[in-house]
């Protein structure tokens, strides 16, 4: 059973002790994304998303490489993540869409995270989830603007 996380909820940007970057890598059919939320200080705290291919309209991770890194305090969690609901195997589930926000004339990333039995690296009995504040069994969801190498279809 994981221990149940505290409720965050991160709007920001890279200002002072909050870092927020999104870089995106596109070929013809795919987008890989890999992105990053923190709160630095005393109170570290950071969610990483690594390597996460989707096909270029949006959807679920492929692939091996993608990896969800959850950093709190001196704990750090990771776990592969792909497509399919959160599993022993693979604990997290990546979805995302594309989508371009008229207002600000900029193509957008939502990203949506759900995760279960994330082991700790440093003590593997101890494993975390991460969902939404208000109840781990919705995804978190991460909003981004101006994910460098994203371009609008």
Known sequence: MC???PARSVLGENIGDMTVSCQVIESADTRTLAVSVGLAGSEHYQVQIRGARVPRDGGGA???????VVTEGGNRFTAPCGSSPPSMEQPCQVMVEFGYDDTVMVPTASIRILCDHMPNEGS?????????PTTSAMPAELLFYFCSGLTPD
């Open 3 to 5: 221990s149940p996380p």
């Open 62 to 68: 492929a692939g091996g490489a993608c990896s969800v």
């Open 124 to 132: 593997a009995a101890q494993l975390r989830g991460l969902g939404a």
